[in-house]
């Protein structure tokens, strides 16, 4: 069992839709909590970092972290065209490197 | 405030070369990681540096190494060319603090023929 677990996709939702995506886990240490979004052929941009449980707002996206369940998820509401790409999440213990996950296209039809 | 910036972003190599590839952190910070992102692994972890000292690593053969000056920047060696070394190369920078958020740089995408 990987250590991060994440749905590949593809994932494909009309333009406006409401997006889930998701990360299980199996280390109860991780602490840390981030969402990366990478578009083809660029390296992964910063879009959401949580410290421990609970939920995170930013304009469209909400993140939420249930460490009694070792699940992550990232919420885009309103999403657009220009959201399509590949999201990644990320988390790490205190003082450790971080573990990604393989990440989940996302195509936004318009 | 300039982003992560890393050189080159492409490059073409021979099986059996080596090659060095450099990463400029944001200004301020003080950790720089590496990691190697192919289709088949995802994103893995190479080594950490923080003010010039490795201070974590992952799971690669010697090969590949990596220093840290003092103005922060770093560079990754990779000695004795694989194919399998073909993959894009992602930098990534933090203040350095235990918990704290990572930048990426755009990556150098490695070619081994």
């Known amino acids: 069992q990987k250590e991060v677990e994440q749905d590949p996709g593809p994932l494909s939702v009309p333009e406006g839709a409401i997006v889930s995506l998701n990360c299980t886990y199996s280390n109860s240490a991780f602490q840390y909590f981030m969402w990366y979004r990478q578009y083809s052929r660029k390296g992964p941009e910063l879009l959401m970092y949580t410290y421990s449980s609970g939920n995170k707002e930013d304009g469209r996206f909400t993140a939420q972290v249930d460490k009694s369940s070792k699940y992550i998820s990232l919420f885009i509401r309103d999403s657009q065209p220009s959201d399509s790409a590949t999201y990644l999440c990320?988390?790490?213990?205190?003082?450790?490197?971080?573990?990604f996950g393989p990440g989940t296209r996302l195509s936004v039809l318009p | 405030k300039a982003g992560v910036t890393q050189t080159p972003r492409y490059l073409i190599k021979t099986r059996g070369q080596q090659v060095t590839l450099s990463c400029s952190p944001i200004s301020g910070h003080r950790s720089v990681s590496w990691y190697q992102q192919t289709p088949g692994q995802g994103l893995q972890f190479l080594f950490e540096?923080?003010?010039?000292?490795?201070?974590n690593k992952g799971n690669f053969p010697g090969r590949f190494s990596g220093r840290q000056f003092s103005n922060s920047r770093s560079e990754m060696n990779v000695s004795t060319l694989e194919l399998g070394d073909s993959a894009l190369y992602l930098c990534a920078s933090s203040s350095g603090g235990a918990g704290t958020e990572a930048f990426f740089g755009q990556g150098t995408r490695l070619t081994v023929v």
């Open positions: 990320a988390m790490k213990e205190y003082g450790q490197n971080f573990v």
């Open positions: 540096y923080f003010s010039e000292t490795q201070r």
